[in-house]
Each structure stands twice: as C-alpha cells, then as structure tokens.
C-alpha cells in the first residue's frame, strides 16, 4: 500500500474536504457479523472501511477480585496481529495494542453495562470473561472497530452450563446470554487544522494534529460519557473537546443501531 | 456499607469540593540528572529526572529533523498500599504513554534532531491521580534540564463524588467515586495536552468537570513557576 502524503491530507481537509469524499461527519461503511468463531462462546467481525477486526468472548471459572468477591471479572486484550499492517511486529502487546485494550475495557467497565453480580456462582467461584480483539487489517479507527466488535461479540455471548463439579461445559452451546443492560460504544474524531473529522483512516491518523476517542453508552435517562481518551502531540482547545461531546453522542447511536 | 464521602459539605479530607490538595514542588533536586523535580500533591509523591538532549541509543529509534521523547512513568514498589511488583505493568505502559503526549506539544523538539530527551518519573508514594503528579513533576524537571518549552505543562484530576463535582481525586475518592477526569493543560494557548476519563457523567457535567480540572492546572501551573523561581532568583536581588 502506498502511504498517502500527511501535506496532501491536511491541504485537501484544509479544503473542507476528504480524501475519499465523505464529509466530516461520516462513517466509512461500517459492517458487524455476530456468531463469526464456533468455539467461542461470543464472537463478532467488524468492519470499518478497510479496517477489519474479530473479538471473541470466551468464559471460565475463576477466583474473583478480593474487594470484589460476589462478582465475575472482566479480562480485555488484543493483538495487533502483524499480518494487519507492515508496521506490526510479532512479539509481546506494544504500547498501542495496550492502550487499546485499556481503553475498550474502560468503555465497557465504567459503562456499567454488564451486570457482574449475575455472573457470580457461589463462593470463590465467579465467570471470568475473556475478551481477544484481534486486529486484522489496519485502516485506522481501531478503537471505535475493536470496541463495536467486542460488545458486538458480547451481545453474542451465551454463559456455558456448568456440570455436577461446575466446570463449564463447552461442548454443547449455553442458551443463557451474557447479561447486558446497555451498549457501550466508542467514538473517535481527529483534529486536522482546524477542522475536526470523526472515523479516521490511516492516513488521516498519521496527518491529525491531535484524536479524541469518547464512549457513550445508553443509559436509562439518555446518553452518558462512560470513558475518555485524548492522543496526538498537539494540544486540544476546550471548545474542541465541547463539540467532539456533542458529535460522540449523535454518532455513538448511530454505531448503537449496528449491534443487535 | 460504603462508607459516606461527603459530610457538612466537606470532603473525606476535610477539603471543599473545589480545593487541592496541599502542594509541594521543588526543581534541581538529583545531582547526575540534567534535570530534575519533585512535586507533591497531598499524599500522591513523584519525582523526575531528565536526561538531554542527548544521543540516541539505540540509532534506529533517531529522528532527522527532531528529537525524540521518552517517557517512562513507574511507581516505586513500596508505594502503594501492597507492595506492588516492580516493572512496568500495562498500566504504566500506558500512563507512559499518556505523559509523552501530555509533554510534547509544548517542547521544541525540532530543534535537536537526532537527539533523544529521556523523562523518568518515579511515583514514590501513590493517593490517587499519580499520573497528574508525575506529569507536574516531568515539566518542571524539563525547564529545570533548560529544555525550550512553550510554556509548562500543569496537571490535575476533577471527577464526581456522591453526585457533586469535585477537584483533584484523592485517596478512597478513586475507588469509592463516580468519575475520574485526569487534565494536563498549558494556561499559555489554553490547549489541553492529556484527557482521560473514566466514569459515568451527562455532557453537562463533563464540560464542568473538565472546566473544574482547568482551574486547578492554573493553580498548579503558579505552585511550578514559584519553585522555578526559586531555585533560580539570585541571592539579594529582586
């Protein structure tokens, strides 16, 4: 792939334009497919444009967190699989791929939509819910991918039947879905000039003064911020952060539609 | 039973929702550092050392046309309440992370290609918003190193306790709270150079909050300007 100029970029926005034509406003074509891994208990593909990733939930019996002892535990990871871009490397999790995975986990966590309490078991047993975002192909966006397709493969996740030693048992299909009051969604824009754009690509990623990546979740009485996260070497004007809250949450619904 | 954190409108502290915790900074504090600082807020203790500009090793992480900032927060194992292993840990890796963007958008790093400017922050002693600490003590250890900066970068936390906006988090407020909102912000073009949050909070009360947050990085930006002042004032003169 032949990288696109960072001056090019910031010309054509300059110009209140994109380089592939979408306002900037507008989502690539984003597509989720829920039930894509057999062995997982949830799983789910998402596509944002270009950019591709899978999450797949698996679940386990485990000790739950001292100061938590009456529920399950949520565990987020991802890889930034080489294959999805020449600038990864196998090895260890990266700074990035951290940050990622800290960052779907807080959307989810804070946003208070899954209740723990329903997955505790009985004493010094809870569910432990494994989420692996694997990142496949990197068009940019991956927070706003990687957080709409674990939450799309929890949506999906059904809790295994345990057996008389309660061992979960995989082989046959739970019929209990994993509780979920809400949906947590990220929300990313960029700061390019003066001009700020939601659903950066790659190459508006590598040109962006600055990114803002916001989770909202539908709460019971309207939209709430669950988690925040700024990136980028240039600072950001309050006015800026004021009206990226103000697009999170018309753009986060949106993405809200994509999960069933 | 959780326990009740705020009583008479006074926080678990004593303090009001709208007061920091007591501040302590002080610059040029190691001897083999370029630079160096150690600021406190409360109970939350960090120190930081700078060493550069200086060559980088290894060559390939060298830019052409600036220097490169690394940054590596860490917390002391005895810190914390437990001990906690030494090492980064995926936290760190991104509170790292973190700070490296909160510094650079006020340092001239185009003036000294292919040199590295290395911070390290060590949080001695950690009560909540340790990365807010470590950043206030990263600034002021750079222009303690004589590194060019557009201005310093001051940082706090402002969050929601029982439902009413407070500033700087501390203690069981992290754990115990609503919302936690860590800020790094230079009053000089009144940029923001870190935002995180984490919580649950309507549009409304983000933006006060956030604003919150802004009042206390003022506050602190005077508390880092005074300790400059004075390590550098000369003996006798004004």
């Given at each position: 792939?032949?990288?696109?100029?960072?001056?090019?970029i910031?010309?054509?926005?300059?110009?209140?334009?994109?380089?592939?034509?979408?306002?900037?406003?507008?989502?690539?074509?984003?597509?989720?497919?829920?039930?894509?891994?057999?062995?997982?208990?949830?799983?789910?593909?998402?596509?944002?444009g270009?950019?591709?990733?899978?999450?797949?939930?698996?679940?386990?019996?485990?000790e739950?967190?001292?100061?938590?002892?009456?529920?399950?535990?949520?565990?987020?990871a991802?890889?930034?699989?080489?294959?999805?871009?020449?600038?990864?490397?196998?090895?260890?999790?990266g700074?990035?791929?951290?940050?990622?995975?800290?960052?779907?986990?807080?959307?989810?966590?804070?946003?208070?939509?899954?209740?723990?309490?329903?997955?505790f078991?009985?004493?010094?047993?809870?569910?432990?819910?494994?989420i692996?975002?694997?990142?496949?192909?990197?068009?940019?966006?991956?927070?706003?991918?990687?957080?709409?397709?674990?939450?799309?493969?929890?949506?999906?996740?059904?809790?295994?039947?345990?057996?008389?030693?309660?061992a979960?048992?995989?082989?046959?299909?739970?019929?209990?879905?994993?509780?979920?009051n809400?949906?947590?969604?990220?929300?990313?824009?960029?700061?390019?000039?003066?001009n700020?754009?939601?659903?950066?690509?790659?190459?508006?990623?590598?040109?962006?003064?600055?990114?803002?990546?916001?989770?909202?979740?539908?709460?019971?009485?309207?939209?709430?911020?669950?988690?925040?996260?700024?990136?980028?070497a240039?600072?950001?004007a309050?006015?800026?952060?004021?009206?990226?809250?103000?697009?999170?949450?018309?753009?986060?619904?949106?993405?809200?539609?994509?999960?069933? | 039973?959780?326990?009740?954190?705020?009583?008479?409108?006074?926080?678990?502290?004593?303090?009001?929702?709208?007061?920091?915790?007591?501040?302590?900074?002080?610059?040029?504090?190691?001897?083999?550092?370029?630079?160096?600082?150690?600021?406190?807020?409360?109970?939350?203790?960090?120190?930081?050392?700078?060493?550069?500009?200086?060559?980088?090793?290894?060559?390939?992480?060298?830019?052409?046309?600036?220097?490169?900032?690394?940054?590596?927060?860490?917390?002391?194992?005895?810190?914390?309440?437990?001990?906690?292993?030494?090492?980064?840990?995926?936290?760190?890796?991104?509170?790292?992370?973190?700070?490296?963007?909160?510094?650079?958008?006020?340092?001239?790093?185009?003036?000294?290609?292919?040199?590295?400017?290395?911070?390290?922050?060590?949080?001695?002693?950690?009560?909540?918003?340790?990365?807010?600490?470590?950043?206030?003590?990263?600034?002021?250890?750079?222009?303690?190193?004589?590194?060019?900066?557009?201005?310093?970068?001051?940082?706090?936390?402002?969050?929601?306790?029982?439902?009413?906006?407070?500033?700087?988090?501390?203690?069981?407020?992290?754990?115990?709270?609503?919302l936690?909102?860590?800020v790094?912000?230079?009053?000089?073009?009144?940029?923001?150079?870190?935002?995180?949050?984490?919580?649950?909070?309507?549009?409304?009360?983000?933006?006060?909050?956030?604003?919150?947050?802004?009042?206390?990085?003022?506050?602190?930006?005077?508390?880092?300007?005074?300790?400059?002042?004075?390590?550098?004032?000369?003996?006798?003169?004004?």
């Amino acid at each position: 792939m032949i990288g696109i100029d960072s001056e090019l970029i910031r010309e054509i926005v300059a110009r209140d334009k994109r380089i592939d034509n979408r306002s900037f406003d507008e989502y690539r074509n984003v597509v989720v497919e829920q039930g894509v891994v057999k062995q997982a208990e949830g799983s789910a593909r998402v596509r944002i444009g270009n950019t591709e990733v899978i999450a797949g939930v698996k679940m386990g019996v485990g000790e739950p967190f001292p100061d938590t002892p009456n529920e399950g535990v949520l565990m987020v990871a991802a890889e930034f699989l080489p294959l999805a871009s020449p600038e990864f490397e196998s090895g260890p999790p990266g700074e990035e791929s951290i940050e990622l995975a800290r960052v779907v986990d807080r959307a989810i966590r804070e946003s208070k939509a899954i209740d723990f309490k329903k997955l505790f078991i009985t004493e010094e047993k809870v569910w432990m819910v494994y989420i692996d975002i694997d990142i496949l192909d990197d068009d940019g966006n991956l927070f706003d991918a990687a957080c709409l397709a674990a939450v799309a493969a929890l949506k999906n996740a059904k809790i295994p039947e345990l057996d008389e030693k309660q061992a979960p048992v995989y082989e046959k299909k739970g019929t209990q879905p994993l509780p979920m009051n809400s949906i947590p969604v990220s929300t990313t824009f960029v700061k390019i000039g003066n001009n700020i754009l939601t659903d950066p690509s790659l190459a508006e990623l590598e040109a962006m003064d600055a990114r803002l990546t916001v989770g909202t979740v539908n709460a019971g009485d309207g939209i709430q911020f669950c988690s925040m996260q700024k990136g980028g070497a240039t600072g950001l004007a309050v006015e800026d952060v004021e009206k990226i809250l103000e697009m999170a949450e018309r753009k986060g619904d949106e993405l809200r539609k994509k999960i069933k | 039973m959780k326990e009740q954190m705020i009583k008479d409108g006074l926080r678990f502290d004593g303090r009001r929702f709208d007061e920091l915790r007591q501040i302590e900074a002080r610059v040029g504090i190691l001897k083999n550092a370029d630079g160096s600082a150690y600021f406190r807020l409360g109970d939350s203790i960090a120190i930081a050392g700078v060493y550069g500009p200086r060559k980088v090793f290894p060559k390939h992480q060298e830019e052409s046309e600036r220097a490169i900032l690394r940054t590596r927060y860490n917390m002391a194992a005895f810190s914390t309440t437990e001990r906690s292993r030494p090492g980064p840990s995926r936290r760190s890796t991104e509170i790292s992370m973190v700070t490296r963007q909160a510094l650079m958008p006020v340092i001239f790093l185009d003036e000294f290609p292919r040199t590295a400017i290395d911070v390290h922050i060590e949080v001695l002693q950690a009560d909540a918003s340790t990365r807010c600490v470590g950043i206030n003590a990263a600034a002021l250890a750079l222009a303690d190193a004589g590194v060019p900066m557009r201005d310093l970068v001051a940082s706090c936390s402002a969050g929601k306790i029982d439902g009413h906006v407070v500033l700087d988090i501390a203690g069981k407020e992290d754990t115990e709270g609503e919302l936690d909102l860590p800020v790094a912000y230079y009053p000089h073009e009144k940029k923001i150079t870190l935002l995180q949050m984490d919580g649950l909070a309507s549009q409304p009360e983000i933006k006060d909050i956030i604003q919150l947050a802004i009042k206390g990085c003022e506050k602190i930006y005077e508390k880092q300007k005074e300790a400059l002042r004075k390590k550098y004032a000369i003996e006798g003169e004004v």
